[in-house]
């Protein structure tokens, strides 16, 4: 896939979880994640949307993926955020039943 698509796609993606819409997003990171399988702005992205659709398993998995393939010296403080709240969603499902 040429680099411009993917980034259009990226940038599509981006913009439906500004607007809540986190399974059309996670649509097309799956997609993309299908092509290249060591973006870590793909995996960051998932994590995201993942949490947004209340899928904290599949939110820590992509937060993972994402530590997995970040290059040294990247910013890693928002995934530690968004694994953070996962696990508490998931922590809470567990609780709730």
Request: zero cysteines.
């Amino acid at each position: 896939m040429e680099k411009s698509l993917q980034t259009w796609l990226l940038s599509q993606a981006s913009y439906y979880l500004e607007y809540l819409q986190p399974r059309k997003s996670i649509a097309l990171l799956e997609a993309l994640q299908s092509i290249d399988k060591k973006n870590p702005d793909i995996y960051r992205m998932l994590s995201y949307a993942y949490l947004q659709a209340e899928q904290p398993e599949e939110s820590i998995r992509a937060a993972d993926n994402f530590l997995k393939y970040a290059r040294p010296g990247t910013d890693i403080r928002a995934i530690k955020w968004i694994k953070g709240r996962a696990l508490l969603k998931k922590k809470k499902a567990a609780l709730s039943r």
